[in-house]
């Protein structure tokens, strides 16, 4: 599983590149830009952890695509896409779109479908501790 990552990931950064982008970065983007949120909250639903989230959000933060400000409680952070991340993404999910369609066509619709599907169930039984 982690060379599938692995060549996932190299295929994703080679596209999103053009864009100034990494996978991980075009997807922290699309995830805080639905709307703006707490970092532990985006850490959970990203599955990372608040320290390396909080280190993979500084380079954004340094191109000025988020903005990473105290929310109502003084100890809480809230990221929020700025209109330059969102021309960012804009860049970036054509390029996104592309991999996506290269790796569909290798692996298969039908291929691509169950793949969803297993790790779909092992996140569920990872997350929920269910060893089955």
């Not at 060549?7 to 864009?19: F, G, I, N, S, W």
């Not at 320290?51 to 929020?80: F, M, N, Q, S, Y």
């Not at 996104?96 to 290798?106: F, K, P, S, V, Y």
């Not at 599907?117 to 929920?128: G, N, P, T, V």
């Amino acid at each position: 599983m982690r060379k599938l990552t692995r060549l996932m990931t190299q295929r994703y950064d080679r596209a999103l590149a053009a864009a100034g982008l990494n996978i991980n970065q075009y997807s922290l983007l699309r995830r805080a830009g639905i709307e703006p949120r707490a970092i532990g909250e985006l850490a959970r639903e990203m599955g990372m952890d608040r320290t390396t989230l909080t280190r993979d959000l500084k380079p954004l933060a340094a191109a000025g695509w988020v903005d990473i400000a105290a929310g109502e409680d003084a100890r809480r952070r809230v990221i929020k896409v700025t209109a330059a991340g969102r021309r960012a993404i804009a860049k970036a999910k054509p390029l996104w779109r592309e991999a996506q369609d290269e790796i569909e066509g290798l692996i298969g619709s039908a291929g691509t479908q169950r793949l969803h599907a297993q790790l779909d169930s092992a996140l569920r039984r990872l997350q929920s501790g269910d060893a089955r």
